[in-house]
């Protein structure tokens, strides 16, 4: 089996799970409790907390642990347009954010709020001019991806986070589920205010994230009960998730394979463009672990169940929209053309993936355009 749909979810790491299996056994206790087991607890996960910190190169400010990507995507756009509600209600971010922060913005347009999406090029990259030019005193919060999770994008973010900090007074966050492990993600001066990260992308576990703050930034709640992390989420911690995500965090950043990834990715857009009827979508800039093509006059779906017959699992776009029959928002931003709308296929890679890997997708392909009857253009050959 080759799985090719590491931007979906990753296989789980045996250390964190064996660090899962561990912290469930030996710190079970809620480390809100104060009694000895409970403050065991809470100290690992302070640990975790710092161990997280350290991989952020966050000296101060928070982290707050949550059920995963989607929650502290809703909890950064929502609490943060809460929090700063007295000083303006309009918000910015781009029109191929994953559903969790679009579908944030929509809940707050519901309640009165103004979001101005910003528009993408052909690659999915922004325009820094648009970001400066919607930005008004009324701006209180800004959220751009660092990488694009269907077709890899890389956003410009330090030099949005420049524009947006010299020019406003609005929180910056960054979606970077994707970018984490593969790309430097830091908290420093020059980078956001605010980031999420989830576990189930860097080989760790679903339902585990985090959202990470600069000091001095806080967003209002958006679920209510005892008060747990800061105030801000609150809930009985989940000290295993917490121990999961931090080891998954800091193995990504060791394992990180971008040169592979990148050579891999260069070589398959190089093997599938020598055929007609196939248009890579990823720009040649993009992130090193995924690969976004396009068939013509077909849906993704006939490729992806034909990959899968000869052992490789791919998906359509993303997983989150993969059971749509619509052309996916990213899709429809970029404006494909309409013959290779509903082509799209995307590669993703993993650590767990090969060099052996590669060439079968090379030869399953090759199979796959001979069965669509399409040729080599030669044209494109060197």
């Known amino acids: 089996m080759v799985y090719f749909d590491n931007s979906a979810t990753t296989r789980p790491d045996e250390e964190v799970l064996t660090s899962f299996v561990e912290t469930n056994r030996r710190f079970f206790a809620n ?21 997280i910190r350290s991989l952020l190169g966050l000296q101060e400010g928070e982290v707050i642990f949550t059920s995963g990507g989607t929650e502290a995507n809703n909890l950064a756009i929502i609490g943060f347009a809460y ?50 030019k ?31 900090h010299r020019n406003s007074r609005a929180v910056f966050h960054s979606d970077c ?47 209510f009960g005892g008060g747990q992390e800061k105030g801000v989420r609150s809930g009985t911690v989940s000290v295993p998730n917490a121990v999961a995500a931090a080891k998954a965090m800091r193995l990504s950043v060791v394992d990180r394979e971008n040169e592979t990834y990148r050579m891999w990715r260069n070589r398959l857009i190089q093997y599938v463009t020598r055929y007609d009827g196939v248009n890579v979508i990823s720009p040649p800039d993009g992130a090193p672990h995924i690969v976004s093509i396009a068939f013509s006059k077909i849906k993704g779906e006939v490729a992806v169940n034909y990959f899968q017959e000869h052992g490789i ?70």
């Open 31 to 51: 480390p809100a409790s104060i009694h000895g087991k409970g403050r065991e607890a809470e100290a690992l996960l302070d640990r975790s907390r710092d161990q």
């Open 83 to 132: 929090a700063h509600q007295s000083r303006g209600s309009h918000i910015i971010t781009t029109a191929i954010e994953h559903p969790s922060v679009l579908n944030a913005c929509h809940f707050l347009e519901r309640n009165g709020f103004e979001v101005d999406y910003l528009a993408v090029d052909e690659q999915g990259r922004i325009s820094l001019d648009e970001l400066g």
């Open 134 to 164: 919607l930005l008004r005193r009324e701006t209180t919060v800004v959220s751009i991806m660092h990488v694009n999770n269907e077709i890899g994008t890389i956003q410009p973010i330090e030099q949005a986070v420049d524009i947006v």
């Open 177 to 223: 589920v994707q970018s984490f492990g593969k790309l430097p993600v830091l908290l420093q001066e020059n980078g956001p205010d605010a980031i999420t990260v989830s576990a189930h992308k860097i080989n760790g576990l679903k339902n585990s994230g985090i959202l990470a703050l600069k000091k001095g930034v806080m967003p209002t709640p958006i679920n």
């Open 313 to 382: 699992f791919l998906s359509t776009s993303s997983a989150c929209s993969s059971k749509s029959t619509n052309a996916g928002h990213v899709i429809e931003a970029i404006h494909l053309d309409h013959d290779y709308k509903f082509g799209v296929v995307r590669i993703s890679f993993g650590k767990d993936n090969t060099e052996e890997d590669i060439k079968k997708f090379e030869d399953v392909f090759s199979g796959f355009m001979k069965l669509l009857g399409r040729e080599l253009n030669l044209n494109g050959m060197e």
